[in-house]
């Protein structure tokens, strides 16, 4: 396997305009090329949505290392000292904020060699609307820091992100073996405080059962990022997969694209993990009865493929008395999480104000009597 810890080219996400020379970038709400220095504008060469188009990676190949030059890039990068995100910069910046976590970061120069990316989801919201999304978020959290809420909202640049997944694709058959459960009820005679009386017991009869399930799995999706906690990109899904576009650097024009931290084998790992769960759930389901139990599973695996893709996000990292806050934007939904604030004060201020309604109640409930 090549060494895998890049992020994507920069110099392949400049388009000079051709009446000015300035660089161009895309916007997502005309889906084209905009030059923001004389307003020139490009359209991009399009392949129309996924329809199985995107060409698949054997897994076995690119796990022996047996990949075409074609299907890998060498692209200078930097690793941030703080989260440890894959930082990319134009060829003339030597040191710039971390967009992860707003960590001064000083350039490297080194070249890594990595698996190109086959297709990428491209940005449908402007940042203007990301910020939006991420207001209106930050005004329905209670116990927010006011001061962080103004601070997030005075206009500070968010960062365009494209973040790196793999897909994976599989074919499976399991042999299992289990019990299927049928409930029953039994009538017993019981005695309370010197009371006879029928109750029913639930029971349960098990019997042995063993069987077969099949499944493909399409586009199995697992972050390959680092970068930000699983949770909060996890939280961005659904996403639509259906409308992959093949892989364009102009789509990448304006924006930055995180390099793979989880390796190909590792992340076949997870998403062998999100299979196996589904396949026990397949079991229950072709055991049925009332109750099932699953001893044993042997899956057979193959055909396994892969894609590397990239899906847009919005990012915005704000130091706040000295704690970084990140707030991420699904770059095609408008879906927000991030980091949960609280503030102490408000916390502080509505458990005395509910004590106090609390005692004026109990005041008026006493007087009453």
Not at 202 to 207: C, G, L, N, P
Not at 292 to 319: C, E, G, M, N
Request: charged share 25%.
């Amino acid at each position: 396997m090549p060494d895998e810890f890049p992020t994507l080219a920069q110099s392949e996400h400049r388009f000079p305009c051709d009446q000015c020379g300035a660089d161009m970038r895309f916007d997502p709400d005309a889906g084209q090329l905009v030059c923001d220095h004389c307003g020139n504008t490009a359209e991009v060469a399009q392949a129309g949505p996924w329809t199985g188009g995107i060409r698949e990676i054997d897994f076995d190949r690119a796990i022996r290392g047996d990949m075409s030059e074609a299907e890998i890039e060498e692209t200078r990068v930097t690793k941030c000292p703080n989260c440890g995100a894959s930082v990319e910069f134009d060829a003339d910046i030597h040191a710039t904020e971390c967009p992860f976590c707003a960590t001064p970061v000083v350039t490297d120069t080194g070249a890594h060699r990595h698996i190109k990316p086959r297709g990428l989801l491209p940005f449908r919201l402007s940042q203007e609307e990301a910020r939006s999304a991420m207001n209106d978020w930050l005004g329905g959290l209670w116990f927010a820091p006011g001061g962080l809420q103004d601070y997030a909202r005075k206009g500070r640049k968010m960062n365009g992100i494209y973040v790196p997944y793999w897909t994976f694709d599989a074919d499976t058959k399991s042999q299992y073996r289990g019990e299927r459960g049928t409930v029953y009820y039994e009538t017993r005679t019981v005695t309370r405080d010197g009371k006879t009386e029928q109750v029913r017991v639930q029971k349960i009869r098990w019997r042995a059962v063993s069987g077969r399930v099949a499944r493909f799995f399409d586009d199995v999706l697992v972050l390959a990022s680092t970068s930000l906690p699983k949770k909060f990109t996890d939280a961005l899904e659904p996403w639509d997969l259906s409308e992959l576009e093949t892989y364009r650097p102009e789509f990448l024009a304006g924006f930055r694209a995180e390099g793979y931290g989880v390796q190909l084998e590792d992340g076949f790992g997870e998403a062998r993990q999100i299979m196996d769960r589904q396949i026990a759930r397949d079991i229950r389901f072709d055991i049925g009865g009332d109750r099932q139990r699953i001893h044993s599973v042997a899956t057979d695996v193959d055909d396994v493929t892969f894609k590397h893709i990239l899906l847009p996000v919005w990012l915005a990292a704000y130091k706040f008395r000295g704690k970084t806050y990140r707030f991420v934007v699904n770059g095609r939904t408008g879906r927000v999480q991030g980091e949960r604030p609280w503030s102490p004060w408000k916390i502080t201020a509505a458990v005395i104000l509910g004590l106090i309604i609390a005692g004026c109640v109990g005041f008026i409930i006493a007087t009453n009597q």
